[in-house]
Nanobody
């Protein structure tokens, strides 16, 4: 079992910055993927950024150049640095971890943290 605890959400003005953190604990395998998703009201949940334990990353086109995902494998923590925030970034942001062991696939979600970008 894995638990994900998020922090760092809040209210910020357009153009501002925010840094989200997600600390994972429990039975975490060395090979895994940690992601940030977001979901705005009335919208589908979308992948914002992904970071593998091997160091690869990818981003949604809407956040490229503004957001940076990083991780500290020793602490099993993933971060999302959000710069140049726009009102369109307003959403609940969820941390996600996925991992495989033998034929099994396991995934876990954080509770979500609200990010609101508004004047």
């Amino acid at each position: 079992q894995v638990q994900l605890v998020e922090s760092g959400g809040g209210l910020v003005q357009p153009g501002g910055s925010l840094r989200l953190s997600c600390a994972a604990s429990g039975s975490i395998f060395s090979t895994n993927t940690m992601d940030w998703y977001r979901q705005a009201p009335g919208e589908q949940r979308e992948l914002v950024a992904r970071a593998s334990s091997g160091g690869s990353t990818n981003y949604a086109g809407s956040v490229k150049g503004r957001f940076t995902i990083s991780r500290d494998n020793a602490k099993n923590t993933v971060y999302l640095q959000m710069n140049s925030l726009k009102p369109e970034d307003t959403a609940v942001y969820y941390c996600h971890l996925s991992q495989r062991r033998f034929a099994g696939f396991y995934e876990y979600w954080g509770q979500g943290t609200q990010v609101t970008v508004s004047s």
